[in-house]
């Protein structure tokens, strides 16, 4: 189960910081990531973390967004800095669990309003 929390309303130029835990896990997690769905919007890939710690992020977010793990290697945050309204969406983690294959799960999602 991956259970994800740390969304809310902000205003334009504050910051957020969305939490991402992976619980009961039998196997072992690779990568994780953040992706958000617009309203009328397909869903998008934000930013993704390895189990090494490399680090990939969408041009948009680039530079504002920071995404890590903790030392436990089965939590993932975003820390959002000076959120734009168009970073308004539900954000979603995953994680990429191998046990005899690779599965990609997905959190339960948390909303995102950022206000002008």
């Known amino acids: 189960q991956l259970q994800a929390s740390g969304g809310g309303l902000m205003r334009a130029g504050g910051s957020l910081r969305l939490s991402c835990a992976a619980t009961?896990?039998?196997?072992?997690?690779?990568?994780m990531g953040w992706n958000r769905q617009a309203p009328g919007k397909q869903r998008e890939p934000v930013a993704i973390i390895t189990s090494n710690g490399n680090t990939n992020y969408q041009d948009s977010v680039k530079g504002r967004f920071t995404i890590s793990r903790g030392n436990a290697k089965n939590t993932v945050y975003l820390q959002m800095n000076s959120l734009k309204p168009e970073d308004t969406a539900v954000y979603y983690c995953?994680?990429?669990?191998?046990?005899?294959?690779?599965?990609?799960?997905w959190g339960q999602g948390t909303q995102v309003t950022v206000s002008s």
């Open positions: 995953n994680a990429f669990i191998f046990t005899s294959r690779v599965d990609n799960y």
């Open positions: 009961g896990v039998v196997g072992s997690i690779d990568d």
